[in-house]
């Protein structure tokens, strides 16, 4: 049986790989500063900036190891080297979850996997740090999950937006961005066949289709129902069509883990009515 250490697994993705993964896999996670993971015996305190991975990574002796960390990046890029380094001397796997940020330099088309990536973000050009790092990896030893926005009842991106109607704080909108979208729901049952096939290489999760963001959130807020609307504030980043996607080329996944933006959005609404 695969044994599986999920780092940075408090988080919203890390939680629901968490839920998705343990039934079939020896599963475990880090947490950091929230205590109620404390008593769970499968969840390990662990902070990054402060402290190593090493000797959590002798104790468990995980063979699969997912990054879903979040953070300031120059700890990252410690951690990263200590999880990778434990990697190659154990012949186990890295699962690094990326961004489409790792293209927002580039507005004219979507972007797929052997595409090279080029961010004018922090954040972006820290992913695409850690990132290099793995691609130094040997063969079959690692995996870059490239993501969209990622939504679902309890993501950052949602309560955002709940919050901002509830409290009618305006609500950036960007009519001129054309993206694809993921859900929680659907990415961690397509880490759980990419972890289960022992498949590697670059990926990228997200709806087939694409939307603009304007429109996608409109109809998410339009499928809650609610008495009251938000307020929006229209970012317009170009006066052209700038695409924020990431879509496969040739590491597709089967037809039944494809989904669409409707299905994020029906996914999304269903867990959160």
Not at 93 to 102: I, K, P, Y
Not at 111 to 136: M, P, Q, V, W
Not at 259 to 264: G, K, P, S
Request: with cysteine; charged share 20%; aromatic share 14%.
């Amino acid at each position: 049986m695969k044994r599986i250490l999920i780092v940075g697994g408090s988080g919203f993705l890390g939680r629901a790989l968490y839920k998705e993964l343990h039934p079939y896999f020896d599963v475990y996670a880090t947490y950091c500063t929230q205590e109620c993971y404390a008593k769970n015996k499968r969840y390990f305190e662990y902070d990054f900036n402060e402290d190593s991975p090493t000797e959590l990574l002798k104790f468990i002796k995980p063979n699969v190891i997912i990054s879903a960390l979040r953070g300031e990046d120059e700890g990252q890029f410690i951690a990263h080297d200590l999880l990778i380094n434990y990697a190659i001397q154990q012949q186990a796997r890295v699962l690094f979850l990326s961004s489409a940020n790792v293209f927002d330099s580039f507005r004219h088309y979507p972007s797929y996997e052997h595409d090279k990536t080029f961010s004018e973000s922090a954040y972006g050009k820290g992913k695409i740090k850690i990132e290099n790092k793995l691609f130094r990896m040997p063969p079959f030893s690692w995996s870059i999950i490239r993501l969209p926005m990622v939504f679902g009842a309890g993501s950052p991106r949602f309560m955002e937006l709940k919050n901002a109607i509830e409290t009618q704080e305006p609500y950036e909108i960007f009519p001129n961005s054309v993206i694809n979208v993921a859900a929680a729901y659907f990415v961690t049952q397509q880490l759980h066949y990419i972890i289960n096939q022992d498949l590697w290489g670059v990926f990228h999760l997200g709806s087939t289709n694409l939307i603009h963001h304007d429109a996608f959130i409109e109809e998410l807020v339009a499928g809650l129902g609610l008495n009251m609307q938000p307020r929006y504030t229209h970012v317009y980043a170009s006066n052209i069509d700038r695409y924020i996607a990431v879509l496969p080329n040739y590491n597709c996944l089967p037809k039944h883990l494809q989904y669409t933006t409707q299905d994020v959005l029906n996914q999304t609404l269903r867990i959160s009515a």
